[in-house]
């Protein structure tokens, strides 16, 4: 039985990876701001999870987490790096909002970095763990719209790398899973500042991945060995792909 911290439980891929991965037998702490959806996991599995309110932008408190724990939930054996959000539509950059990008840099980037700050060194104690990063396809294919939020996937991408770099020799796994498009969560209400239509029309006439499927590849890469390192997976359902480069046509009848 593994100990695995998920950030971002209270919906879509976290709350997903929690019920899957204990369902494999592990027991989770599952964080995220919204208590009452925490208070309803904790309710749904009772011993098997710790939950506890954590805004990853609030990077005191994710500075003093561990310390903050029950003593026996303190040894992390995986930690997945979900709580993520893209915001303000897809307005180009020009029309974007910098309160907007500030979020996303400090959801995104800072609160996963910083976390993983804090948990990295005892892993590196008893040499072993494991990061399990949620990138996304958006961190590797531009797209308009996707601006900053695309840019934090990037890091993501190459902070995981980066990582392993660093940790080379050593039985510390690190992963950048990137899902492509994915329902089940809300990811694009949130995206759409709670419009439930345009999130909506993000997956009309599609058969998209669902968080439960980004679950399953999650607790594929904790059931391996410990030798193992998986340094990216990108995941799309069938119906999307990369469709290479677009180009801008002057009319021409
Ligand atoms: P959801 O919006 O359903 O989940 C996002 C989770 O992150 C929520 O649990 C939310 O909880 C949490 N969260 C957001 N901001 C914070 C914060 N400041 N501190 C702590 N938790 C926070 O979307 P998904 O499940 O789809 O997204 C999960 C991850 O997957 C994100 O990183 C997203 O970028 C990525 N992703 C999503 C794809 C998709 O198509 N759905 C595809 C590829 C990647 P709360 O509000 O309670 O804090
Ligand atoms: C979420 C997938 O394509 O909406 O990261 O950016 S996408």
């Given at each position: 039985m593994k100990t695995i911290l998920v950030t971002g439980?209270?919906?879509?891929f976290g709350a997903a990876f929690s019920r899957k991965f204990i369902r494999d037998g592990h027991r989770v702490i599952a964080t995220g701001r919204r208590q009452s959806l925490l208070a309803d996991l904790a309710a749904e599995y009772g011993g098997a999870i710790c939950a506890r309110q954590l805004d990853v932008t609030d990077l005191g408190c994710v500075d003093s987490f561990l310390s903050s724990l029950p003593e026996e939930w303190r040894k992390i054996d995986v930690l997945v790096n979900n709580a993520g959000a893209a915001l303000g539509g897809l307005e180009p950059a020009w029309k974007a909002s910098l309160i907007d990008w500030d979020k996303m840099i400090a959801t995104n980037i800072s609160g996963l970095v910083h976390l993983t700050r804090v948990i990295l060194p005892q892993m590196v104690e008893r040499n072993e763990g494991q990061i399990i990063n949620i990138g996304s396809t958006a961190g590797h294919y531009a797209y308009p719209g996707a601006h900053v939020y695309g840019a934090t996937k990037a890091f993501v991408r190459q902070f995981s790398l980066n990582l392993r770099a660093d940790l080379v020799g050593l039985q510390i796994r690190v992963t950048d899973l990137e899902p492509g498009l994915v329902s089940g969560s809300e990811f694009s209400k949130v995206r759409f500042g709670g419009d439930e239509e345009k999130a909506r029309a993000v997956y009309a006439g599609t058969k998209p991945l669902m968080a439960e499927d980004i679950a399953e590849t999650a607790s594929w890469l904790v059931s391996l060995p410990s030798h193992i390192n998986i340094n990216l997976i990108e995941m799309m359902p069938t119906c999307q792909a990369s469709a290479g480069l677009a180009v801008k046509r002057e009319q021409i009848f």
């Open positions: 439980a209270t919906s879509g």
